[in-house]
């Protein structure tokens, strides 16, 4: 059974910073592509960051570029998104998601197999 669990939401003030970590299990997350994903109250899920298997290359968000990182540690079984230079507009639920197919369509919620129940990320003052 696949679960993916994230941690290291919480509160962060504009400028901050927060790291976010999501725990696989029952899959090799290095045999898969990994994506972080969020959705605002009263948004749509939108996507975030992902690595693709194939190739490796790391797609963003225009909204994030320069600002977030995703990685993986495959020994942990692992993926992280670094987040610095939080803005309010980044308060979200931000969920991870895995796929073992492939991403001809980065940064798509429907590409995505696996999902994480989500963290709270709250940006204020």
């Known amino acids: 059974q696949v679960q993916l669990v994230e941690s290291g939401g919480g509160l962060a003030q504009p400028g901050g910073s927060l790291r976010l970590s999501c725990a696989a299990s029952g899959i090799t997350l290095d045999y898969y592509s990994i994506g972080w994903f969020r959705q605002a109250p009263g948004k749509e899920r939108e996507g975030v960051s992902c690595?693709?298997?194939?190739?490796?290359?790391?797609y963003y968000a225009d909204s994030v570029k320069g600002r977030f990182t995703i990685s993986r540690d495959n020994a942990k079984n692992t993926m992280y998104l670094q987040m610095n230079s939080l803005k309010p507009e980044d308060t979200a639920v931000y969920y991870c998601?895995?796929?073992?197919?492939?991403?001809?369509?980065?940064?798509?919620?429907?590409?995505?197999?696996?999902w994480g129940l989500g963290t709270q990320v709250t940006v204020s003052s």
């Open positions: 690595i693709s298997k194939s190739d490796g290359m790391t």
């Open positions: 998601a895995t796929t073992a197919g492939w991403l001809t369509q980065p940064l798509d919620s429907q590409m995505f197999d696996y």
